[in-house]
């Protein structure tokens, strides 16, 4: 599930390989190995990515399919928008 993830996750920021192994400080071939399932990260780096991208590392593992998005240093107007905004969407998917 890492590796689908993973790669998903890139794909999603529009990068490649190696700008997404830049982000990490690590290498085209380690994020390739990564999206094969030929290695897994450490602890200390699942959690590097977590924090960077901001999403949990059970989302990242499949043990969850909760997306969190950071909203610190919003108000609470503009986090209430945001949140509009994630219901709207949510109800345009079910009526499609």
């Given amino acids: 599930m890492f590796c689908e993830r993973i790669k998903e996750l890139r794909k999603?920021?529009?990068?490649?390989?190696?700008?997404?192994?830049?982000?990490?400080?690590?290498?085209?071939?380690?994020?390739?190995n990564w999206e094969n399932g030929n290695i897994q990260p450490s602890i200390d780096m699942l959690i590097k990515i977590s924090t960077t991208f901001s999403v949990s590392?059970?989302?990242?593992?499949?043990?969850?399919?909760?997306?969190?998005?950071?909203?610190?240093?919003?108000?609470?107007?503009?986090?209430?928008?945001i949140q509009n905004i994630v219901n709207d969407i949510k109800i345009l998917n079910k009526a499609k």
């Fill in 57 to 81: 590392t059970d989302y990242l593992l499949g043990l969850s399919e909760v997306k969190t998005l950071d909203v610190s240093g919003l108000s609470t107007e503009q986090i209430l928008h």
């Fill in 12 to 32: 999603s920021l529009g990068i490649n390989q190696v700008e997404f192994g830049k982000k990490l400080s690590v290498t085209k071939q380690c994020i390739s």
